[in-house]
Every structure is written in C-alpha cells, then in structure tokens.
C-alpha cells in the first residue's frame, strides 16, 4: 500500500492533528530521506511531524513580493508555518496518503472506513499556497519548492494547483509548474497535477507538458439523492448535501416577475426578494449558470430574507454545493424544476416537504466525467493529448483543516480536479513500490493504456455537459484509472529526456529557451521534428489532409517471450494502417518500433472522431486513443 514511498504535496499546508496522518503500524523514516520539517505558527516539528508526516516546509517570499504587501491574518485567517489555514492541502494530502480512520461519515452521509490511496507512503509536505483572494500561490515559491522536493527525495509530486488561461508556454518561467516538474521527471519524479476546473468547454485544460501526468475529474458509484415531496404528495428526488430535520410541510414560492422578461426574477444568481413573500418558506429558482458560488449566493440571500430553504433547477450535475448551517439547498434538473413550478401555479397555498439526504452506493449510479473537469485539446500543443487520465473528484470525503468552513468532526467533502489529482497520486505511489525502476512516463503510460472507458456493465462511459455524450479522449484521457490493471499493462510507451527535448524542438522553442530549461546547452535539428513523433501513449492529429505516417515505441515490461498483434478501432472517415501489425518480443528484443499511416476519406473540414490502436496478446489489452481532425482548410499553416 505504498510502503517506502514518499509523495509530496505542494498545497495550502496540513492540519497535523488529524487522525488521517496518524503512523500506527509505519516502521522507521526511509534513510534515504534528506527533508525536514520546519517550524512556524502553530507548528512545532517535534509534535506535529511524525513517521507518516515526515516533512514540511513553507514557502512565502514570492507571493509576498508578488503581493505587494503582508498577509493581513485578521481579513485572511492564515499561519505563517506549514499549518493549513484553508483545508484545501489536508484534503488532498489525506486523499493521496491517508491512515485508516474507521466510522468517520460527513454529519451520517457516507459512512465507513475513510484512508487515501496510499495509506502507507510517507507525506511531505510543500506549503506553496496561502489562503488570500481565495487561494493564490507564486510560480517563485513553486520553483523554490520543486528544487527543495526534489534534493529531500521525493518520489511522488501531486499538484492540485493551476493557473488561468491563456497559458505560458512550456519554456516560460512564470509557469513554475511546468518548468519544475520537468527537472522533478528527469530525475525519475512523476509528477501529477489537475486539468483544472474550466470544463466542459473545449481547450479549456491545464497543465500540458508531456512529462506531467495530467488528471481530470470523474464521478463514481456513490449519489445523495433528497427526496422533495410536494402538498400534491408527489416525489421527487433531488441531489444534496443536507443533513437536517424534516420539518413537515411547510411553503413553496416562486419569485414570480413581471414586464418584458417575466422569467428574470427567478434566476439563482440574480435573485432579490421580497421577505413577505419568502419567510418561512421553501423557495424555486432557476439557475443559468452552474458555478458552485451562485448557488451559495442564492441560498444567502434566500436566509437573509427568511426563507427556510431552497430548491435549485439547473443543468445537472453530480457536483454538489452544500450551504453553511445545514441550510437546505437541494439541485433538481430542469424538467423536475418545471414540473415543481407548475404545481405551484396550480393551486393557491403550495407547500413542500424536504428531506435529508440519503447514500445510495452501487449500480444505479455509474461514473461520468465532471461537468466542471477542463476538456482538451491542449490549447498549446493539440498534438499531446490532455488530460491523461480521470479520477475520482466529485463529492470526495477527506479530512480537512479545523478552519474549513465546511467541515464536519474534521472532514469535508469537496469536489474539483484538485480531489482527482491525489487519487493518481496515491496510485502512482502504489506503482512506484511495485516497480521502482519505471520512469514518469512508463508509469503514465500504464495508466492511459490500462484505463477503463466503458462502465460495469459495459456500456461506454458518459461526460457531464449541456447535454451529456458518451466521453471521448479530451474528456478523459484514456479513460477512468484502473490501478489494478495500470500493475501489469504488458507494454508502456517510454520517454526519457532526449524524448523531452524532441518535443520542446518540435515546437520550435528556441535553442536558448530550452538550453535555460535543460541547464544545459541545447542545439535543435536544422529540419525541425515532428511533434506527431513525440513517444506519448496516444495519437492526436489535430489537422490532417492527405495522409501522415508517425512512429511510436513501446517497450515489453510484462513476459519475455510475448507476441502482441494490432486491432484498429479507426475514426469514422479515416483510414488507419500499422506496420508491423505483429511485435515479438523475447528476452533480447524488448522494445520495438512501429509506424502508424493516418489518411482520411473526408473531402471537408470536420471536427475530431475518436478511435484507438490496442496491442493484445492473451493477457494483455494495451490500448491507446485516436483523435483525428480533417482540416483541408487550416485555420493556422502548420509545418508537419
């Protein structure tokens, strides 16, 4: 479960009491380890660090010169030391690398035994974040704190930090996070990190380098349906986080509007009401827009005006927003919001009951990409397909920081790419200890082609949107991670630093740009590479017009003596060819080379259609996503 293996977390800090970082059972500090744990406010080394939090560092000097001004602990509740101020870190950090903690449930909602995903790795953490206007972290300190990470003797980086879009180039310094973890992946360090949370648009993914493990968000089998039942006696189940009492019946209202749009009085986000019309009531909006904070707008200003509670129709999503007090706010889609509106105008006294919120866990509730999960294509390079992988994100149970607002005995539940990334994480870390000689990318490379993209009872998995559709690579990746399978994947798509560097020439980065990167002198190739070229476990052609033939490598990691053959599952209009369509590996041949010819039957410009290649033998399945856009007319000249 991770034994020996030490992740970082670069994050809001850690909340060291909680009994998800207890060392019950871990044997002595790996010797290996150079970190240490620094003091501060409220956090005394020799307390709060132990076998399981084995260091902890905070870095502050470039958000303060960023900042422009100190941190001012009255407005911004915040310590100067590794302690979390926000819950943000403890969340992410229990997620990766947790203890078992037994009967822990968020107020009797999803109740068990709550442990991260690798509950035997070591946690160090990286304070990098501090918790002004929201949330803001310096690339200066990331940076500090990749070279710090990495001379302490991490294994594992998870990063649930991003930035906002446009993003820097992958040679710029003011993204730290690319620029750092490339030295993390030279020297063996996978470093993970969030797609963001800008989803479901297109191009809207974060966090693009080749030698970052990419993850969005997912769903899983676990719902919290909330009945609403009307004076009508009809029911209908709504999504909440609401733990509190059923108070019998008692008024629904609608903010009825009049003049030229009689509909803008009940939009959620826009609200302003009349209390006569609102205390002691239950109150129907409809929402436009999905963003978690106009929810907890509304539910404000129905409390402020007395209002006893508040039913949301809105695009659906299993995200969920709970409001502060055990305020009722429950998410309905806009069919049932219709159907609630009606039966209000039908009848002069309409009364409603909530209530609490139930856990429903299995198979009726099947995975799906996040509504808010950032999509690709990369708006960098199309060509590197982004995200990699999914993870479980959405209504995620893990301990917290004291001061969350949220929290509940000391855990909260919290949705984001933020909570999918420290499950890779955790996993990751449980691939290290298996294999510890695998690279970044053969480690990556296991989890894209192992992944799963269809659900238990077969059926191809779905992405959250306006409307749903079957999810397709920009949404996922390679699909919803499988660790099991990520174990053993029989061949992985390797890349070291020489596949780096073809990459950064491919995109025609300067030689002074990538020599400062590599810290080294670096000379391109008068004729520049082909980024179609570049080893990952995927094909995305973003603009093809005849046809263009690539190569990729993979390299036998499962028995000596094995034969893989191809099986094409082609995009729909183009035609796909492997040569060879046969690798025989034995104990002398390892890795072998294969080239892939894409050509398209479209005499248009489309959109991309999806496919894949998968190698199989009898064990194995290694499959790898295709994604292919006829562009006869390109909106940009390109070079391939």
Excluded at 381 to 403: C, F, H, W, Y
Aim: hydrophobic share 40%; aromatic share 8%; proline share 7%.
């Amino acid at each position: 479960m991770g034994d020996g293996v030490i992740i970082g977390v670069f994050d809001t800090g850690i909340w060291p009491e909680s009994k998800a970082f207890s060392d019950e059972g871990l044997g002595p500090i790996p010797s290996r380890w150079k970190g240490v744990c620094e003091s501060g406010d409220h956090f005394n080394p020799s307390t709060h660090c132990n076998r399981k939090i084995i260091g902890a560092r905070w870095f502050i000097d470039g958000f303060l010169a960023e900042y422009g001004q100190p941190i001012n602990i009255t407005e911004d509740p915040e310590y100067l030391s590794p302690r979390d101020a926000n819950g943000h870190g403890t969340h992410t950090s229990s997620t990766a690398t947790g203890s078992y903690v037994r009967n822990v449930s968020y107020k009797g909602l999803s109740p068990g035994t709550v442990r991260g995903g690798a509950p035997r790795a070591r946690l160090a953490v990286y304070k990098v974040c501090w918790n002004v206007l929201g949330g803001q972290c310096s690339s200066a300190d990331i940076l500090k704190a990749f070279d710090e990470a990495i001379h302490d003797g991490v294994d594992v980086l998870s990063l649930s930090i991003g930035y906002s879009l446009p993003l820097f180039s992958d040679v710029d310094e003011r993204d730290g996070i690319a620029t750092g973890s490339f030295h993390a992946v030279i020297r063996g360090i996978t470093v993970v990190c969030g797609a963001a949370n800008d989803g479901p648009s297109a191009q809207t993914v974060q966090n693009t380098a080749p030698w970052i493990l990419t993850v969005a968000a997912s769903t899983m089998d676990r719902a919290f349906p909330t009945p609403i039942t009307l004076g009508n006696n009809k029911t209908f189940l709504g999504q909440a986080i609401f733990t509190g009492k059923v108070n019998g019946f008692t008024g629904l209202t609608y903010p009825e509007g009049t003049g030229l749009d009689p509909n803008s009085a009940s939009a959620c986000q826009d609200l302003s009401l009349n209390s006569t019309l609102v205390a002691g009531k239950v109150l129907l909006c409809f929402a436009s827009v999905t963003r978690r904070v106009a929810i907890r707008i509304a539910a404000e200003t129905v409390k402020e005006a007395g209002g006893v509670g508040l039913i949301i129709a809105k695009n659906p999503t299993d995200a969920l927003v709970e409001c502060t007090d055990g305020f009722p706010c429950i998410e309905v889609d806009y069919e049932i919001g219709t159907r609630i509106l009606y039966y209000i105008r039908s009848t002069n006294s309409p009364t409603v009951k909530l209530s609490p919120s139930k856990t429903l866990l299995g198979k009726p509730v099947s995975a799906k990409v996040a509504f808010f999960s950032s999509r690709g294509p990369s708006s960098i390079a199309p060509e590197i397909l982004k995200p990699d992988i999914a993870a479980p994100g959405v209504n995620i149970l893990a301990a917290t920081s004291q001061m969350d607002r949220v929290m509940d005995g000391g855990y909260a539940i919290h949705s984001g790419t933020s909570m999918a990334t420290p499950h890779v994480s955790g996993i990751v870390a449980l691939l290290k200890a298996i294999h510890p000689e695998w690279s970044p990318a053969a480690i990556k490379s296991a989890l894209v082609t192992t992944a799963r993209t269809k659900d238990a009872s077969n059926f191809p998995l779905f992405a959250e949107g306006s409307p749903q559709k079957p999810a397709n690579p920009f949404d996922f990746g390679g699909g919803i991670v499988n660790p099991n399978g990520a174990a053993d994947p029989g061949l992985v798509y390797d890349m070291d630093t020489l596949d780096y560097i073809h990459y950064l020439c491919a995109m025609g980065y300067n030689n002074s740009a990538i020599s400062r990167l590599m810290g080294q002198a670096i000379v391109c190739p008068v004729e520049k590479p082909s980024i179609l070229d570049v080893n990952v476990p995927s094909i995305t052609i973003s603009s093809l017009r005849n046809s263009v033939t690539l190569t990729r490598t993979v390299t036998n990691v499962g028995a000596p003596n094995s034969i893989y053959r191809a099986v094409i599952e082609p995009p729909t209009g183009v035609i796909v060819t492997v040569r060879p369509d046969i690798l025989v590996f034995n104990s002398t041949i390892k890795k072998i080379s294969f080239h892939v010819t894409v050509s398209a039957a479209h005499q248009v410009n489309t959109g991309y259609f999806f496919g894949s290649l998968t190698w199989t033998n009898q064990i194995h399945a290694v499959r790898i996503p295709l994604s292919v856009r006829t562009e006869l007319l390109q909106s940009y000249a390109d070079d391939y």
